[in-house]
């Protein structure tokens, strides 16, 4: 028996120094060779290049990888990993060979994303086209102390990140992860598919925009943009079909300059809204814009955000000691947002008449996208405006002595449009904006 042990023993230390020998003289032969078939497999994959430094194994079921770097096709940088460590469970492979990768650490892992002028993300086609829409991996990938670099044109920002994704779930995958917003933390959690079907929420005390002013003013043409979002909870969730948006925040002391057609118009925002089922509610929004402070009350229902149609918005706000009330929707027609508004005791300055104020009651159809109004009104009729009004005559014609009546002729010339749209007349003699219904047979009298 003790021959018999001996033999046991002898066999043992004889196999542990194989394994020794082919751990430290073998597989960093074959570890070596496997890079750069690594680094040219990964080009199947992406528009531009991998590199990986060096691959330590120790014969465990950890390996160790140093100094990966990606970059695009004009190599600039995507990623740089320092250091990557693969976990392996070889017993999971009996369920898959991709399930004996059993997890992945980035330690310190950098990311770029760069937008340039076209407004066009760098990663936005990194990925060349698959058919497969699966993600061989069932393991869990942890962040650790993570940079994520964004660049656009006027500025330059770096937010430390971790967390981790797990993919357990496969084809769903689970995020956990905290991002760095100056002193503030943002927190993303959810379940969601690589083709975004799923849900995520979003949370964060404090967002100050003043950090992010080069932003604002490269992509929506807002200067000095300040102000914080505070409490912001959002909840996103796709089920395939529909997308859904849930949530609340609080816009503090939000201004800038907005750049509207060559003009500059100084705004500032404070208030809360809320979404539920996608449907935006203000209660109350207070503006100020260019001196004039406006009080909103209202919702947008943004019932289907992949049919514009879908898209309407109503309710109510003060301004010019009087109140305005709209009710519209976005016009697939004219390309742009339409809407009835009621001006109830509405003082304002119009530019023809700088030196007077102008009263506004009645109700007008109102056009968002000003390039659309002329084509609108000529495709379909929906509204005649007349300004200076109090210029009108009783008849047309040199001598004045043609046609019957210039006001009732042009609210007879709307006859035949739809019910509720309306003639316009713009009258400084009253310093009061009126306008009619169709119906309405009677003169305007200054």
Known sequence: MLKGRNL?????????AVYYSFVTNVAPKYIK???????????????????????????GLSAEIKDIVVKDKGQKDIAVLPKTVVHLRPWLALGGVEKALAGIELFKPEVFLTMDLEKQWNLQHFLKPSDST?????????????????????????????????GGANP??????????????VQLQGLITTTG?????????????????AAAQFLENIKDNSGLIQDLHLHWNNNGERVQIDGAGKLKAVSGKLLVNGATHNFKVDGAISVINNVITLK???????????SVVGEADLADLKNLEAITAKGTLSYGDGKVAFNGGYNEAVKAFLAEIDFQKVKIALPSMPDDAVTLNGEIAFVADVKEISKFCNENNVT????EAHRLNEKSGLFQNKGENQIKEIINASKNIPTKQRSLFLSKNSQTFMCTYLNNRGSIKN
Do not use: R
């Open 8 to 16: 046991i023993i002898a066999i043992v230390v004889a196999l542990c």
């Open 33 to 59: 060779q496997m890079i750069p078939v690594a680094e040219t497999m990964a080009q199947d994959y992406i528009h531009g290049t991998v590199k990986i430094g060096e691959i330590h194994w120790g014969g």
């Open 134 to 166: 699966e993600t061989p991996f069932y393991g869990l990938l942890e962040v650790k102390e993570g940079l994520l670099h964004v660049e656009m044109p006027g500025g330059k920002w770096t937010f430390p990140v971790s967390g981790e994704v797990n």
């Open 172 to 185: 769903k995958f689970a995020v956990n992860a905290k991002v760095k917003s100056g002193n503030d933390d």
């Open 197 to 213: 079907v799923g849900s995520l929420s979003l949370k964060t005390a404090s967002v100050d925009l003043a950090n992010y002013a």
């Open 284 to 294: 109350p929004l207070d503006l100020d814009v260019d001196g004039h402070k406006l």
């Open 384 to 387: 005649l405006i007349v300004d």
